[in-house]
Nanobody
Framework: QVQLAESGGGLVQPGGSLRLSCAAS????????MGWYRQAPGKQRELVAI???????TYADSVKGRFTISRDNAVNTVNLQMNSLKVEDTAVYYC???????????WGNGTLVTVSS
């Protein structure tokens, strides 16, 4: 079983920055896919940014050029640097993990990001 621990959410003004981190532990499989999804009030969960099992980063069009995903395989951590935040980025952000050749998706508990003046 895999556990995900997220950190870094909070309140920020429009135009500001936040950095989210997610540490994975437990029975990890390599290679694996790790990334971030978000869910705004009244909306479906959507992809923000993710690394495929091949290490390719994919971003939602709405965050391209503003958000940067990175990972440190030595400590099984994935980070999301969020710059130029907008009110519409307000959501609960969930860390995601899936091991190669596994059918199980693992989610973190979520961390709230609020962008407001």
């Amino acid at each position: 079983q895999v556990q995900l621990a997220e950190s870094g959410g909070g309140l920020v003004q429009p135009g500001g920055s936040l950095r989210l981190s997610c540490a994975a532990s437990g029975r990890l499989r390599n290679p694996n896919s790790m990334g971030w999804y978000r869910q705004a009030p009244g909306k479906q969960r959507e992809l923000v940014a993710i690394f495929s099992i091949h290490g390719i980063a994919t971003y939602a069009d709405s965050v391209k050029g503003r958000f940067t995903i990175s990972r440190d395989n030595a400590v099984n951590t994935v980070n999301l640097q969020m710059n130029s935040l907008k009110v519409e980025d307000t959501a609960v952000y969930y860390c995601y993990y899936k091991g190669a050749f596994s059918s199980m998706n693992t989610w973190g508990n979520g961390t709230l990001v609020t962008v407001s003046s």
